[in-house]
């Protein structure tokens, strides 16, 4: 499978326990992103990392979330002390360097890693 | 007023029909984006447009840059189009996070 893996898919925890997603992207990717997704709202962006350098936080990203890349290949979110307003559809996806100077390339998706918080 | 709303958010048509969604955004965009989720949350990614019009099959994509504008169309629709259809734009100050649209679930019926 050479497209953006996630795992796990599916995590049912309880309020205050700590979760932590995986992200394996495409090999040749250099940039990843995590976005949040809420049911019937389109996915909101949390965070970006060009390699294992985190350049881009969004507000939305509290102190109780912290994302990592540690060796610039899979990436981890963890979310701490969970909350029942933690309970969405995590997505990582991944992008290649952007050869054609547009500032933008071609993300692909993983398959997302559902967090429902009890 | 989000920076990127999408027409309409919900829309239900008789396999065959020639479909457009819309979306209109308030930034200065570098690209924008329409993708596809299924349900069960996969997204795939189907333009990624920075001018002009771009086609794929039955689907056609376009955007007008001055009218901060573009369009979806698809053609001879099918049931399996069912989907929602999400526009993301990426502004031009060099941020790399795309905003997306809240998205437009598309039903086909047989």
């Known amino acids: 499978d050479t497209g953006v893996s996630q795992d796990p898919r599916h995590k049912i925890t309880k309020r205050g326990q700590n979760v932590t997603f995986r992200c394996d992207p495409i090999?040749?990717?250099?940039?990843l992103y995590w976005y949040r997704q809420t049911l019937g709202q389109g996915p909101e962006f949390l965070t970006y990392?060009?390699?294992?350098?985190?350049?881009?936080k969004s507000r939305l990203l509290s102190d109780r979330f912290s994302a990592e890349r540690p060796k610039g290949s899979f990436s981890t979110l963890e979310i701490q002390r969970t909350e029942q307003g933690d309970s969405a559809m995590y997505l990582c996806?991944?992008?290649?360097?952007?050869?054609?100077?547009?500032?933008?390339?071609?993300?692909?998706f993983g398959a997302g890693s559902r967090l429902t918080v009890l | 007023k989000n920076e990127v709303e999408q027409s309409p958010q919900n829309l239900t048509a008789q396999e065959g029909e020639f479909i457009t969604i819309n979306c209109s955004y308030s930034?200065?965009?570098?690209?924008l984006h329409w993708l596809q989720q299924h349900p069960g949350g996969g997204i795939v990614s189907l333009f990624m447009?920075?001018?002009g019009k771009k086609k794929h099959g039955r689907l056609i994509a376009t955007i007008n840059i001055q009218e901060k504008h573009s369009s979806l169309h698809i053609t001879a629709s099918h049931p399996r189009d069912s989907a929602v259809y999400i526009c993301?734009?990426?502004?031009?100050?060099?941020?790399?996070?795309?905003?997306f649209g809240q998205g437009t679930r598309l039903t086909i019926n047989p």
């Open positions: 996806a991944s992008s290649d360097r952007d050869r054609l100077g547009s500032g933008a390339n071609v993300l692909t």
């Open positions: 090999s040749e990717h250099n940039r």
């Open positions: 990392f060009q390699n294992e350098a985190q350049l881009e």
């Open positions: 930034v200065g965009i570098s690209a």
């Open positions: 447009l920075s001018s």
């Open positions: 993301a734009v990426r502004s031009n100050q060099g941020a790399q996070k795309l905003v």
